[in-house]
């Protein structure tokens, strides 16, 4: 199944707002900016919208489409495929850009940090979807 994706590109300079996942299969931590599922019936604007809610408590302002990836992984052992949707988006709250720990996200706790984009650069980070880190050197 290839499920419906909506990720936010927040920037503070340059770092990026992302969560921390981990693979327990592979042994792999890697990064993703925040965002979520598509709904049917929800236009994926409303859905950054709505995620970054439930998962931040945060509104956003200043949103934009920047482009679409289509990302073919595995996940603990498992296949997945998912269309994801990206948009540029700023917090709205300033304040919101002084925290050195943004804290975890809301509905799940998953850890949510501040990834300096010259880490994943470098390969001391690794950025999910593919091709995330070509948009964002390609001026996005």
Known sequence: MIRPLVLGIVRRGDDLL??????????????????????????????????????LDVALTDVARVGVLENVFE??????????????????????????????????????RWLPLRDVVAGRAVLYPEGLLELLSSGQ
């Open 18 to 55: 992302v969560l921390e996942g981990h693979d327990a299969v592979r042994g792999h931590t890697f990064y993703r900016p925040l965002g979520g599922g598509i709904e049917f019936g929800e236009l994926s604007e409303q859905a950054l919208h709505r995620e970054f809610r439930e998962e």
């Open 75 to 112: 996940f603990e052992g498992r296949p997945g495929h998912e269309i994801v949707v990206l948009y540029t988006a700023s917090i709205a709250d300033p304040a919101f850009y002084d925290r050195p720990d943004p804290g975890p996200i809301l509905d799940e706790g998953t850890p949510v």
